[in-house]
Structures are given as structure tokens and as C-alpha cells.
């Protein structure tokens, strides 16, 4: 399989390079140049298979050659031997119709660990058969920075540096980020929003003098390995609910986009899909687009589901490439009209195209809240707010007939306050993650601004002159 950017002028790479290169050297993202076609049997057969076994055959074709099918197997089921949960991505039904997917039993409780516990093990892969090292950057706000450290902590061929907002994150997630006491993790409280964080992370990126000297490399879902590692889920989802007789919706609380086009890139693999829906909190910049057409930013309100408070959505990218028929002329038209007026609009063809296959909705905080305790009164089930979003947001999309899942993105314990507030309960951490609330914290505070980035990383990274 080849991979090429959505802006259409960077090289053309094989799995293992676009593993290491996160963004592609024309500011662009990768994309599998086709996507692979999996027959109605052959997803009739994920039903009942074991995780591992569905991921096997999904993640295979976007690798090809790359690596031999033992050691992948080997990697795929290493990376979820750890969940707490032995169906790895369980589902829960909440109502009539609805199905929660349970998409947090991983090590740091967030879906995050799905695919980060698999890209860790697989660039580690990488670089060993290389004999390089890497300095691996990410923006979080808040979930993605606690899984990537928590899959490259102790590795000796990297360095992890997350720039998170500083005060913008909840306690537990911040802390996943501090306490580990490893010398490659570095956690780095920036003075701003994840969109200066991100904004941060794709300069360095765009910084070649820097990007080359330091080896980077990213584990946002710019990195189409992260992508790639959440289709498998959605499969799993949908034979469990009788694809590819029936067809499945999904409602996927969204910020960067990243997971909700893992359900796309599924459909485009064969996956009988009703609907898409975006679900998101008040940054609402992809509801919005989905309304008018208009991609437009706006400041970041900070809110009870920290993790979705994002404006410039990633991954939408890929989804203007898919629409514009992998035109690369033109995504790098849209990407500069954002990057020089904050908005660009979409029309026609590629607009209909994205209406046909997504719905949207947005939840605000008090409908956050209520939807947290009403689940819990009508179903006995506690919603992480995140997740609460997606239930919200799936009502207005609930057909009646094709059965909705919705994507539980976080355990509740991780926003302990929020649906202590909304519900009356306290959630309870896993034992084994109580210790890490009173362990020593280990944060570097810096200014938002590239440069100061640039230098703490430069002064830390020992994949100078070791590098890919
Ligand atoms: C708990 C939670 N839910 C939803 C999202 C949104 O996912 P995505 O950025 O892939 O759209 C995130 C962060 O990405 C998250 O951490
Ligand atoms: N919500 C994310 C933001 C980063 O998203 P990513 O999927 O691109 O890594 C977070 O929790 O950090």
C-alpha cells in the first residue's frame, strides 16, 4: 500500500515511513492511495471473532510487506492483552436502539489507548530494524498526551514531548502526563488552548531544519496509523449488530475528527453505514460546517468535556480530500484560506457528498449534564461527558430502526467533578491508577510560542544525530 499526502505534494511513501513521519512534508496529511475492499462474507465472519483476530485482517492491507505477519500479529495482540475488558471494545446497550461502544478500557481509560498502544509498539518496531531513534511530539487536550506517554514511556529509541494547555485539563488526565517519572517524557504546560498546542506541534513539523535535526515525529491522528488502528473497531461494532446484513449508525463525540473518520474510511472499506454523526460540545466548528458550508473559527470555550474543546479539526482535512476527489490543488486552496482569513467555504458536489454521509448535532453544558443523569436514571448507566455528548447528540438521529452506537470515548472516572456534579457519584479510578493521584508531578511550564518549544526540545532530544 502507498500513501500520498491530501495536498498532493509531498512524496509518496510506503506504511513504515508514514509511521514515522506524522504530518507530510507539504503540511498535508496521508491517505492509503485506495482503500481496501473487504466482501459482505468477509465481515460477516468478524462476528464473533476475537478483537485481535478482526484487527489482523484490518490493519494487514494498509501495511502490506512493511512487516511480516507474525510479528504483527504479535503486536496487535500485545497491545491489547492490558484491557481491562476481554472483548477489548465491549457494547453496552442503553436503550430501544441506542449501544454504547465502549472504547475506554485501555491503560489511560480514554479510546486513545486503542490505537496508541499499537503505534508505540509498531514505531518501536520500525526504529529498532532501522537502528534510529525518534523525538515524538503531541498536542493534547488532555486525553491523547496521557496515552502517548503511557505507550512510549521507557522506550529507549524515543523521547516524548506533549504540549498540553496548561490549567485546560482535568486533574486525571493531567496527571497521567506528570507523574510518570521516566527520563524520555517530558510534559509541557503551554499558556494557551489545544489549538495553539496543535498549531505548535504542525509548525515544528513545517520546520525543516529543526523537524530533520530533532528526528520528529508525531502521534496526533495527523499520524495515519492512529486512523488506522480505530477502523478496526468499527467493524467489530457493526457484525456484532448484524452488518453487513443491516446497516449501523454511529455517533462519535468528535474534536479533531480523527475517530469519526476512522467510521468513514470503514465505509469506504465496505462497512454498511447509515449514518455518521458528528458530535460535538459548544466548539462547534464542525456542526456548524456541516450547516452552512462554511468552515469557520472561532475562539475556544473552555468546557465540561475538555477533550473536545478544539476549533481547527485535523483530520477534516482528510474528509476534504475524500470529497474533493483527492484534488490536492485544491485542499491547499481551503488550507490556506483558513490559515490567512480563518475560514473557507465548501459548495456543490463535495458539500452534498458530506451531508449524504455525516449529520451533526451539538450538546451544550447543562444538556451535557442532564443527559449524564438521565442515562443513569433511565439506564443505570454512568456517562463520561464526552460521551454524554454523543447520547445527546444521537437522539436527534435515532431512526428508530438502524440500530445507533455511540462511541464511549472515557471512562467517567476521569472527570471525576463534572458527573460528581451532573449525577451525585463520584466515579472510582481502577485501583491500579489511584497511586498516580497523590505521586510526585513533573511538569515544565512554557510560554505558547515555537521557538521556546523548539529550544526545550533541542536541549532534551537525543535522537540529534541518531535520528530518522
Ligand atoms: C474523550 C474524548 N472524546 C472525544 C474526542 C474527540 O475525538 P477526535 O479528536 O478523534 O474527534 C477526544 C479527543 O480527541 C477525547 O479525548
Ligand atoms: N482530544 C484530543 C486532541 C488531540 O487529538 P488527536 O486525536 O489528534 O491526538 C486529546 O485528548 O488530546
Not at 495515519?224 to 478496526?232: D, E, G, S
Not at 449529520?359 to 442532564?370: F, K, L, Q, W, Y
Not at 438521529?397 to 470515548?409: A, E, F, Q
Request: contains cysteine.
Amino acid at each position: 500500500m502507498k500513501y500520498c499526502s491530501t495536498r498532493g505534494e509531498a512524496p509518496v511513501l510506503d506504511f513504515s515511513d508514514v509511521l514515522l513521519q506524522g504530518l507530510a512534508r507539504d503540511g498535508g496529511l496521508y491517505l492509503p492511495e485506495t482503500w481496501p475492499q473487504f466482501t459482505p462474507e468477509k465481515i460477516a465472519g468478524f462476528a464473533g471473532q476475537p478483537y485481535e483476530a478482526v484487527a489482523y485482517e484490518v490493519i494487514a492491507p494498509f501495511v502490506g510487506d512493511e512487516i511480516p505477519e507474525a510479528d504483527l500479529k504479535a503486536m496487535i495482540a500485545e497491545s491489547y492483552a492490558g484491557f481491562r475488558h476481554p472483548a477489548v471494545t465491549p457494547l453496552v446497550q442503553t436503550g430501544a436502539n441506542t449501544f454504547i461502544l465502549e472504547l475506554f478500557h485501555g491503560p489511560t481509560l480514554a479510546f486513545k489507548d486503542v490505537a496508541m498502544q499499537l503505534l508505540g509498539r509498531m514505531m518501536d518496531y520500525v526504529l529498532t530494524r532501522r537502528g534510529l531513534r525518534a523525538t515524538i511530539v503531541g498536542a493534547t487536550s488532555g486525553d491523547t498526551g496521557g496515552a502517548a506517554i503511557e505507550a512510549f514511556r521507557g522506550r529507549e529509541r524515543t523521547d516524548i514531548f506533549i504540549l498540553f494547555p496548561d490549567g485546560r485539563v482535568s486533574n486525571v488526565q493531567r496527571r497521567q502526563m506528570t507523574t510518570p517519572s521516566e527520563s524520555n517524557v517530558h510534559a509541557l504546560a503551554l499558556a494557551g488552548d489545544f489549538d495553539d498546542c496543535q498549531a505548535i506541534v504542525k509548525g515544528m513539523f513545517n520546520h525543516f531544519s529543526f523537524r530533520d535535526r530533532v528526528a520528529l515525529s508525531g502521534v496526533n491522528s495527523i499520524n495515519w496509523a492512529r486512523i488506522l488502528a480505530q477502523i478496526v473497531y468499527y467493524f467489530v461494532a457493526g457484525a456484532a449488530l448484524g452488518a453487513p446484513h443491516r446497516k449501523v449508525s454511529f455517533t462519535v463525540p468528535t474534536g479533531n475528527f480523527g475517530d469519526i473518520f476512522a467510521g468513514y474510511a470503514a465505509m469506504k472499506m465496505g462497512l454498511p453505514v447509515e449514518k455518521l454523526v458528528v458530535a460535538t460540545n459548544m466548539n462547534d466548528i464542525l456542526a456548524r460546517t456541516l450547516e452552512t458550508g462554511r468552515y469557520e473559527k472561532r475562539g475556544v470555550t473552555a468546557t465540561i468535556s475538555p477533550s473536545m474543546d478544539i476549533q481547527v479539526s485535523s483530520n477534516f482535512e482528510r474528509l476534504l480530500a475524500e470529497v474533493t476527489g483527492r484534488d490536492g490543488a485544491i485542499v491547499r486552496q481551503m488550507m490556506n484560506q483558513l490559515a490567512q482569513s480563518g475560514s473557507f467555504g465548501i459548495a456543490g458536489g463535495p458539500l452534498a457528498e458530506m451531508r449524504q454521509t455525516f449529520g451533526a448535532g451539538r450538546c451544550g453544558e447543562v444538556e451535557t449534564s442532564a443527559t449524564i443523569k438521565s442515562t443513569l436514571d433511565e439506564a443505570g448507566y454512568l456517562l463520561d461527558p464526552h460521551t454524554a455528548i454523543g447520547v445527546h447528540v444521537a437522539k436527534a438521529h435515532d431512526d428508530g430502526k438502524t440500530p445507533m452506537v455511540v462511541l464511549g470515548t472515557a471512562h467517567p472516572a476521569k472527570f471525576p467533578d463534572a458527573v460528581e456534579q451532573a449525577s451525585g457519584i463520584r466515579p472510582e479510578l481502577p485501583e491500579n491508577l489511584k497511586d498516580m493521584m497523590t505521586a510526585e508531578e513533573r511538569q515544565q511550564i512554557l510560554a505558547a510560542q515555537q521557538d521556546v518549544v523548539e529550544t526545550y526540545i533541542e536541549d532534551h532530544a537525543r535522537a540529534i544525530g541518531a535520528g530518522v
